[in-house]
T-cell receptor, first 114, second 113 residues
Framework: DGGITQSPKYLFRKEGQNVTLSCEQN?????MYWYRQDPGQGLRLIYY???????QKGDIAEGYSVSREKKESFPLTVTSAQKNPTAFYLC?????????????FGEGSRLTVL | GENVEQHPSTLSVQEGDSAVIKCTYS??????FPWYKQELGKRPQLIID?????GEKKDQRIAVTLNKTAKHFSLHITETQPEDSAVYFC????????????FGKGITLSVRP
């Protein structure tokens, strides 16, 4: 079954801890994205990557970090510097910048800071 | 960056009626205009999109119209059904290096049976 897999689906974290959310795709897509979704705020872009070993900050990158060592994987680390990390996180992929088109989303990861 | 607004923020219609959701944007270079649907507890999914060289596109009960001069595009749903109840997001963008989609805040559509 092709698509995007995010894990874990639910995650609880104590304040001051870093946590890493996994995102894997087998669609052979070049571009990958991380969005944060809060009630009434829509989808806000955290980081995106158009190619392996390269990524750019989105609109709300502070307190987050990413890596893109493999085409299939784009993990997101929520650091202790993120002041309000409790949210729903969505990973997505697309064919790439030259073919801007459909984003395929994972099922999301819900992070709760206790 | 792109400034995207969606109006209204919520919309309630009777089953069988039509619904129109509007999205305005600020970047005149935007050339790709998609609409995503997110049902409760599920991931967003593309339902229809249009490129700047086309004014209107239809797919069964849904259509998208584009007005590049006024910088807005709209989602039209005819003969609404309860399963159309969801949050709808627009995400205008431009193609090219480092392109990204900026999503609107979403519109919650409720279809009353």
């Amino acid at each position: 079954d092709g698509g995007i897999t995010q894990s874990p689906k639910y995650l609880f974290r104590k304040e001051g801890q870093n946590v890493t959310l996994s995102c894997e795709q087998n669609l052979n897509h070049d571009a990958m994205y991380w969005y944060r979704q809060d009630p009434g705020q829509g989808l806000r872009l955290i980081y995106y990557s158009q190619i392996v070993n390269d990524f750019q900050k989105g609109d709300i990158a502070e307190g987050y970090s990413v890596s893109r060592e493999k085409k299939e994987s784009f993990p997101l680390t929520v650091t202790s510097a993120q002041k309000n990390p409790t949210a729903f996180y969505l990973c997505a992929s697309s064919m790439g910048w030259a073919n801007t088109g459909e984003l395929f989303f994972g099922e999301g990861s819900r992070l709760t800071v206790l | 960056g792109e400034n995207v607004e969606q109006h209204p923020s919520t919309l309630s219609v009777q089953e069988g009626d039509s619904a129109v959701i509007k999205c305005t944007y600020s970047d005149s270079a935007s050339n790709y205009f998609p609409w995503y649907k997110q049902e409760l507890g599920k991931r967003p999914q593309l339902i229809i999109d249009i490129r700047s060289n086309v004014g209107e596109k239809k797919d069964q009960r849904i259509a998208v119209t584009l007005n590049k001069t006024a910088k807005h595009f709209s989602l039209h749903i005819t003969e609404t059904q309860p399963e159309d109840s969801a949050v709808y997001f627009c995400a205008p963008s431009r193609t090219g290096a480092n392109s990204k989609l900026t999503f609107g805040k979403g519109i919650t559509l409720s279809v009353r049976p």
